[in-house]
């Protein structure tokens, strides 16, 4: 290794790796520059069989359309990401419906959702909770069915006051009929921006809640 650094020819790993990752890659331009050095290189006495010689001509040719096949899928994924980032930007500034247990109280003093079962059940008890950890209110769902089963909190508390501005967290209870009914919550929350990240997912800014993924989104208002 030492000598290697005394003629300058030592390397880090990582430029190794890259290097190492480099030579391992073989395009079109490198395999004609292969199969001409191989043919200038033969015995002039034994050439090379013709049947080889068309196999390897099947084979440049095999490349060439796989190499043009990967070009086009990669064509048709950015302009599908595309349109897919052209209809979410008509979401802007809808309310959808996305699976959280917290939001923030504005000075509205409103709050609406929607608890999720997977079966039915007699009751469903929704406690709103504040940033103390502390139920300041109750909103009960009688005859809940499977599926979505909308709420609405009026931003009042339990004694009738109005409850002050920030984060509140709804937690959902099942009872009754169909005991241990799963129970999700969602709430309804505002799309403030849309953006694509770094693999080429939608991302929704959400008020108060933050980015979620397109696919997310349970219902559109």
Request: proline letters at 2%.
């Amino acid at each position: 290794m030492d000598a290697l650094q005394d003629l300058g020819l030592a390397t880090t790993a990582s430029s190794s790796t890259g290097t190492a990752k480099k030579a391992n890659d073989l395009n079109q331009s490198d395999f004609l520059a292969l199969m001409t050095e191989q043919l200038s290189q033969q015995d002039p006495f034994e050439p090379q069989d013709n049947g080889d010689f068309i196999a390897q001509m099947a084979q440049f040719s095999s490349l060439s359309a796989m190499d043009e096949l990967t070009n086009s899928f990669t064509v048709l994924a950015q302009s599908l990401s595309q349109g897919q980032a052209v209809q979410a930007a008509t979401l802007v500034g809808r309310n959808v419906l996305v699976p959280t247990e917290f939001t923030e109280l504005t000075d509205s003093g409103n709050i609406a959702g929607s608890v999720d079962l997977d079966r039915s059940a007699q009751n469903v008890t929704i406690d709103v909770v504040n940033q103390s950890g502390e139920t300041v209110n109750q909103i009960v769902l009688e005859s809940a069915s499977a599926g979505l089963n909308d709420f609405q909190w009026d931003g009042m508390l339990a004694n009738g006051s109005p409850a002050p501005a920030g984060v509140y967290e709804f937690r959902a209870t099942a009872t009754g009929a169909e005991v241990g009914a799963a129970a999700e919550v969602y709430l309804d929350a505002s799309i403030n921006s849309v953006s694509v990240n770094e693999t080429g997912d939608l991302m929704l800014d959400v008020v108060g809640i933050g980015e979620i993924e397109l696919e997310d989104i349970r219902r559109i208002n």
